[in-house]
């Protein structure tokens, strides 16, 4: 697995307020652990001030912005980091975007598709699977839980799905 990859962390989805400051929605574990990265984008974006907005976003100012009109042309821009600069895994934990990509494989070995998403609506994280292609038309995808029962397996290679999930 590469760690010199982007993994997006938040996406600037607005202006707030007219000196250039940035409202977020965040994709991570909140403000706390965004303000440990100080430059995005390869350097392009350099944090000055980063603020909790209450409803579950954030409020940024980056060097590089100084006026509504300059905040207002960054509406939709990802905020990366290299997968490198993420904080190292306690054994069972991952990163959503260490899952994504990855081949589905049933306990037999038999091929299921890729994952293509992790979602979590509240219950907790679900993968989305995308079977292979058939006749030139993609696949149709399928959710398992991103639990024991569910994955048992699971590595920076592949995803093993245990039967009757693999549905």
């Known amino acids: 697995m590469s760690d010199d990859r982007p993994v997006t962390l938040a996406v ?13 929605k965040l ?9 440990r990265y100080r430059a995005f984008n390869g350097s ?17 100012r980056f060097a590089e ?3 509504r009109n300059a905040a207002e042309k960054l509406r939709g821009t990802e905020l990366t980091v290299l ?8 054994e069972g934990e991952y990163y959503h975007a260490d899952l994504i990509g990855l081949p589905a494989v049933t306990t037999n070995g038999d091929v299921l598709g ?3 998403a992790v979602e979590n609506f509240g219950a907790g994280d679900i993968l989305e699977i995308q079977r292979s292609p ?8 399928f959710m398992v839980p991103m639990r024991g029962e569910a994955v048992p397996e699971w590595d920076g290679k592949r995803l093993v799905i245990a039967a009757g999930y693999a549905e």
Not at 83 to 90: D, I, K, Q
Not at 134 to 141: D, L
Request: aromatic share 2%; proline share 3%.
């Open 134 to 141: 058939v006749g030139g038309k993609p696949g149709k995808r």
């Open 83 to 90: 997968r490198s600069a993420l904080p190292t895994l306690e």
């Open 44 to 60: 392009a974006l350099t944090l000055k001030k980063l603020r909790d907005d209450n409803k579950g976003g954030a409020i940024v």
């Open 27 to 35: 994709f991570g574990e909140g403000v706390v652990e965004l303000k």
């Open 65 to 67: 912005v100084t006026d």
């Open 12 to 24: 600037i989805t607005g202006a707030h307020g007219v000196t250039g400051e940035l409202r977020l």
């Open 114 to 116: 890729t994952c293509v």
